[in-house]
């Protein structure tokens, strides 16, 4: 895998458990990278997710569809995990979609790679229990905010959270994001500025 920066990663992980040189390797040699281009989606609803994707480079988004309508659930940055985790974990189908926003360069372990990595290592093991509770916590706080905050909430705890966001991401996907019409958003920019 000539030219592909495997350095995002193995930091990645040593910023959650210790990995001796050995297992860093393996890791590596787990690997498969995969490239897509902007607009591309990885991720289709109705399909079983066989790959946890590490984001080398790019931007996703999460998102349901019903009824024609768009519901965003979660923005994807350069050193962070994507995947249609329930579906990875229970390898059923899934039901959501996963989009590239940007060309993207993706590092993706199997299904099969990491349970194998589980069963072997007692850091992978540590990793991946962490990693699932860092998601339970995300989702606990998300689902947490849509029912006990208002729309003005959310969007400043976006606005301090995840900066990254309101950078690059389009409004009516941060609408969609924190649960509100574009329009709502537009109203609620311009009422922050008068505060």
Do not use: W
């Amino acid at each position: 895998m000539k030219g592909v920066d495997f350095s995002k990663i193995t930091s990645f992980f040593s910023k959650i458990v210790d990995l001796n040189d050995e297992e860093k390797k393996h890791l590596v040699n787990k690997l498969e990278v995969f490239h897509f281009k902007k607009k591309d989606v990885i991720v289709k609803e109705g399909a079983t997710s066989k790959y946890v994707y590490f984001v080398n480079n790019g931007t996703l988004r999460s998102y349901y569809l019903k009824d024609g309508e768009e519901f965003t659930t979660q923005f994807y940055f350069e050193n962070s995990y994507c995947s249609s985790y329930s579906s990875f974990l229970t390898q059923n189908k899934g039901r959501i979609n996963i989009e590239c926003l940007s060309d993207v360069e993706l590092l993706a372990l199997s299904f099969e790679n990491v349970q194998n990595m589980y069963k072997n290592s007692k850091a992978f093991n540590t990793f991946g229990r962490r990693i699932s509770e860092f998601l339970y916590i995300d989702f606990f706080e998300r689902s947490s905010s849509f029912l006990l905050d208002d729309a003005k909430t959310r969007y400043l705890n976006l606005v301090k959270g995840r900066p990254e966001v309101l950078k690059s991401i389009p409004n009516y996907m941060i609408a969609s994001y924190i649960g509100i019409t574009p329009e709502s958003l537009s109203r609620l920019k311009k009422q922050l500025l008068k505060e």
